[in-house]
């Protein structure tokens, strides 16, 4: 399932937004919560939802009732947005604009970068991408470069 940052968002069958971000577990690589917002940027309007309520339809992502998870925390999170760069060789080739995840598990499948918004947009598969970094998906990486 291929998420993409500006989609229109509904919940209960009203539009109520438009994806802003993703909160994924950084052991597992699993998107968590689905971010959203009137205006489709992050900030304290935003609201977040769990990504098992999540699921496409036409073209937008529909937000089914849910109930709680009885997972515990994770010990690290990572935030994805538009303001996400995309680095290959310590270069910047891009920034972040979605993410294409498995549909039943949340499982992080590829990033989806475009240098430009002219450009045709890329597709980072994510057994080659690194996360360490806030705010930088490192392409083509095989070992983390945190600090």
């Known amino acids: 399932m291929e998420l993409i940052f ?16 993703f909160e ?9 919560k689905v971010i959203f917002s009137g205006d489709g940027e992050l900030g ?5 939802r769990p990504f098992s309520s999540v699921g496409a339809d036409s073209g937008d992502v529909e937000i089914r009732p849910h109930t709680p ?9 990572i935030l994805l947005s538009h303001t ?7 270069h910047g080739v891009g920034r972040l604009i979605g993410v294409d995840v498995a549909p039943g598990t949340g499982e992080l499948q590829a990033v989806v970068g475009r ?4 450009t045709r947009r890329f597709r980072v598969d994510a057994t ?9 998906v490192r392409a083509g990486a095989t070992s983390s470069r945190a600090a």
Do not use: C, F, Q, Y
């Open 6 to 21: 500006g989609t229109s968002v509904r919940e209960h069958g009203h539009r109520t937004g438009r994806l802003a971000g």
């Open 24 to 32: 994924l577990d950084g052991a597992t690589r699993r998107v968590r």
């Open 44 to 48: 304290n309007h935003a609201m977040a």
């Open 69 to 77: 998870s009885e997972e515990p925390r994770p010990d690290s999170v």
């Open 84 to 90: 996400t760069r995309i680095l290959r060789a310590g």
């Open 115 to 118: 240098k430009n918004w002219w």
């Open 128 to 136: 080659s991408v690194d996360l360490s970094v806030p705010g930088e």
